[in-house]
């Protein structure tokens, strides 16, 4: 497979001292990762580092993704031995990396939060819902979910959103089932097994597992079969550490798809432990259902000619194409009903 060089920027608690110019691990294979200083900050300080990574790709077009996958492994490490955050911010620009290659192919980035800047539609009715919803005699459990609901929404990765959100859902699954002990059934003819020796039927209190079908039956209704079976496929694939494309060729659909689900199932079920009675129209719901965060990646693809005495060029000969993007806000009437 042919070989490509791809800077990452990634914020952290962890900078190089200042009489370092560069580190550099040489990973298994053909990788090697290269971590520098990123640009300092009004106070002087990097506020960060760009992260270099070289290595083997199906394409330039698989590149950055392949080569982002490497260097997230190698800051789980990091992560691990330092016990210091790491996050990978986004891409700045890949180029062909095969030695002594005259003609290369470059692409430069950039990468936007597709709700950024923030829509200005934080309205009263918002807030109302949320005073309502406070007045309401909450259960522990329900505050407890809602912060991981919240957490699911923060995260910037459908993995990872998925992984929040499943614990909320979780939590309340547990708290709302039924704590009467139920009948061990046989795999083969679901009948009720008994003790062998004295006849007692073998019960038990219901498992995590049934617990969380019970509430995906009570919120889908005859869907429900389909959708326990593709998120507990997502749940099992992505906690037993399978990658994302496994997981989404197995369940038939997007990552990003099935958080939205999720979110859905997960708001549904926390709602449901919510004692309102008749009181004042609620608001919700801004973003129409859709709970998985993604990312705008622009690029710019362009041709650089190497004719120096080394194998590569040095970096002040990568062209640095500097791309903007101005969003403006759709119209928003004042109604939440219509905000999207």
């Not at 459990?141 to 499943?166: H, I, K, V």
């Not at 004295?198 to 049934?210: H, L, T, V, W």
């Not at 693809?301 to 004719?307: A, E, I, Y």
Request: aromatic share 8%.
């Amino acid at each position: 497979m042919p070989t490509f060089r791809c800077e990452f920027d990634v914020i952290g608690d962890l900078v190089l001292p200042a009489d370092v110019n560069e580190l550099r691990l040489g990973g298994t294979g053909a990788f090697t990762t290269v971590f520098r200083n990123g640009p300092v900050d009004n106070h002087g300080h990097p506020a960060g580092l760009v992260v270099i990574v070289e290595g083997t790709a199906r394409s330039i077009d698989a590149a950055e993704d392949e080569l982002r996958r490497y260097l997230a492994a190698n800051l789980d490490l990091l992560a691990f031995a330092t016990h210091s955050r790491f996050k990978i911010v986004a891409p700045r620009r890949l180029i062909e990396w095969e030695p002594n290659q005259k003609t290369r192919k470059f692409r430069v980035f950039h990468t936007a939060d597709v709700r950024y800047p923030p829509d200005p539609e934080l309205i009263g009715q918002y807030l109302e819902t949320v005073q309502t919803l406070d007045n309401a005699t909450l259960p522990g459990f329900t505050r407890t979910a809602l912060r991981y609901f919240r957490y699911g929404l923060l995260d910037n990765r459908p993995e990872d959103q998925f992984m929040w959100l499943w614990l909320s859902l979780e939590i309340v699954a547990e708290n709302l089932k039924d704590k009467v002990r139920v009948p061990i059934t046989c795999h083969e003819c679901n009948g009720a097994m008994t003790c062998g020796a004295c006849g007692a039927k073998q019960a038990r209190i219901p498992m995590a597992k049934q617990a969380i079908e019970n509430l995906i039956a009570k919120i889908t209704g005859e869907a429900a079969p389909a959708v326990a079976k593709r998120q507990f496929t997502a749940r099992n694939g992505l906690m037993h550490g399978r990658n994302c494309e496994s997981v989404e060729a197995e369940c038939g659909t997007s990552l990003s798809a099935i958080v939205d689900e999720l979110g859905a199932i997960t708001w549904t079920a926390i709602m449901s432990t919510i004692p309102l009675g008749n009181g004042p129209e609620l608001n919700f719901g801004h973003r129409g259902g859709e709970f998985a965060n993604s990312s705008l990646v622009m690029s710019v693809d362009g041709l650089l000619d190497h004719s120096g005495d080394g194998p590569h060029p040095t970096d002040d000969r990568i062209p640095n194409v500097q791309i903007a993007m101005w969003k403006t806000f759709n119209q928003f009437d004042g109604d939440p009903k219509t905000a999207k």
